[in-house]
């Protein structure tokens, strides 16, 4: 049985159980908003709300670093601090929150395997009480864009054809049958996929109770799909959450020294006049 | 919202698979407290698309399944030819 690549980068509910209250260690709920923090959260955490504190909705680009600074100062979290992100919706929006600590340089960041969903399934406890904190001072680094692919890149990447392209959506958006998963507004103006994506679901990744796969099986799933570690790897898939948890998967479970989350996703690349788009099963150019 | 709860453990929890609007949907409910919650997701993907609370589970999971009937809906299917 193989093992993960960085461990560490993960822990389990029993040990966030054991070490909620430690004093190095921030636990934070992320989500796309704060309402099931709000009905009741892990004793200990704070609540993030990625729509309003880790996106610019301005800019449609993540918070600038002097934001990011401020975020970490008062959610009490100093360089060495250790910090645990768990959420709802799967942890799609923890990993994000993962990933853009990442790019501001924090070295000791993990995530709660399975989330706020195997939390509750396994019956531990739900407080409302918001803790109170004590503001940290912060010192982010210059962003790491090395693990972020831009619009250029993509295009360039989908001309080359050197990359491996992950669409993480479901097989219904990938195809083209819908332009955002069911119940969800439409943010594009058109469905399908970037040409030469492959399609693996962010959920093939995980077990039933949201808990990731064993390396072994992680290992097979990209690698039958020819999402190998030799070559570059740029992740999509609508808004970009769901591809920074593959992109978590494939960066820090298997050790890909090559992956990128293209956080423009569906939404930035199926809006754009005259970009080349496959719809149906991959390789059906439109 | 749910009445202030300090140190409670969900109980009953609960979660099936229905179709709504043509959709597959997960429902999740759960007792925290003295109220029921309950959750929604759309199967694939797995984002949450609605909640519902009450003091029974059924007037949670009908507020929270009346909510998501409305989203699924608006969800329209394209033709791919």
Redesign the interface.
Known sequence: MGTYAHPEVLVDTEWVAQHAQDPNVRLVEVDVDT??Y???HI?GALAWNWSEELSDPVTRDIIPKESFERLMERSGIANDTTVVLYG???NWFAAWAFWQMKIYGHDDVRLMNGGRKKW??E???????IPTVQPATYRAKEPDYSIRAFLPEVQRQVEEGKAALVDV?????F??????????S?TAQR?GHIPGAHNI???QACNEDGTFKSADELKDLYQRQEVTPDKPVVAYCRIGE?SSHTWFVLRYLLGYPDVKNYDGSWTEWGNLVRAPIE??QAGART | MAGKVSGSRPQDYMRRRERAEGWDIDIVSYKLGERYLCEIDNVDPGARIARGEGVTREEAERSALEAARKRLAMTRRHSLH
Do not use: F
């Open positions: 309402k099931s709000e009905q009741g004793r709802d919706n799967n509750i399934e019956g531990r406890e739900l407080v409302q009480d959506r479901s097989p219904a958006e195809t083209g049958e819908i332009l955002a998963p069911p119940g969800l439409e469905g679901p962010w959920g769901r719809r149906g």
